[in-house]
């Protein structure tokens, strides 16, 4: 990668991730729902506790569970970049193929920078309502509470980086897709309850049957949420750690090896329509 592909990419990051901040209204709105589903998950564990002697999570760390995932929602990859979609209808997804850069590159950076830019101020947001305003308001009980450790907040910081470029591959794979069958439905609809369901964000993956537990935990959705969760609420140390870290990596790798690959074929049978 020379310095000249290395400028071009950084221009679209920053450019994706300029357009996609400007978008504060939504943020707002989506934290609000966060928060209203958040409590709704909240209501639905106490129950279960309640009914319950033994767990392999305690309703506290469930509790910050539920707000982590919450503030992360946009960390999943819900579909495929829809400029991408709305240029394969077009037709005008030849433009980007003409661009002296390696597409699958072009469209991680701004993949990438989509997902940093709908992230970061919903997780902002949402770290003040549970982390500072609940305690604030003397409910502390149902509030998000910080790491155990300051080296489990650092994994967890390095896991939630992890997982980003780790979302931001498989957006890749929903562009290539995409530009396979001219049409984003299937895809989209394929990864949304993927993603939702495997990563934790329904239901935590400690809490399925023990009898699934290495398969949920082996999978490359683990890692947008349930691991970095894991690092959040100290149950991850030692050996267990590095091995979550390196399965984040290591799918990272594959996923960028198989969207190129993917890539390359799909570019070879491409027929352009529209205009």
Avoid: K
Wanted: net charge positive.
């Amino acid at each position: 990668m020379t310095p000249a592909d290395l400028t071009a990419y950084l221009s679209a990051f920053r450019a994706r991730w300029q357009v996609t901040l400007q978008y504060r209204a939504a943020a707002l709105a989506g934290v609000v729902t966060q928060i209203w589903w958040g409590a709704i998950n909240l209501m639905v564990y106490a129950a279960f506790y309640g009914g319950t002697s033994a767990a392999p999570l305690t309703l506290p760390q469930t509790i910050s569970y539920v707000w982590i995932m919450q503030g992360t929602l946009a960390l999943m990859p819900w579909g495929c970049d829809p400029d991408i979609a709305d240029a394969v209808r077009s037709g005008a997804v030849a433009h980007d193929l003409l661009r002296p850069v390696d597409p699958w590159w072009w469209w991680f950076c701004r993949a990438a920078a989509r997902i940093l830019g709908r992230l970061l101020p919903r997780a902002v947001l949402m770290a003040g309502f549970a982390g500072v305003l609940l305690p604030l308001a003397g409910l502390d009980r149902w509030a998000l509470h910080l790491p155990p450790r300051v080296a489990d907040a650092a994994l967890f910081g390095v896991s939630i980086v992890l997982g980003l470029l780790l979302s931001a591959c498989i957006t890749v794979l929903l562009n290539v897709a995409t530009v396979r069958t001219l049409s984003p439905l299937g895809a989209n609809a394929v990864i949304t309850p993927l993603s939702l369901i495997l990563s934790g964000n329904m239901l935590p993956l400690a809490l399925f049957p023990a009898a699934v537990q290495h398969l949920l935990l082996l999978q490359p959705f683990a890692g947008l949420g349930d691991l970095p969760c894991r690092f959040w609420l100290g149950t991850l140390h030692g050996p267990w750690a590095a091995a979550a870290l390196a399965q984040q990596v290591a799918w990272i790798v594959a996923l960028t090896w198989g969207g190129r690959l993917a890539l390359r074929r799909t570019l070879c049978q491409l027929e352009v329509q529209g205009g």
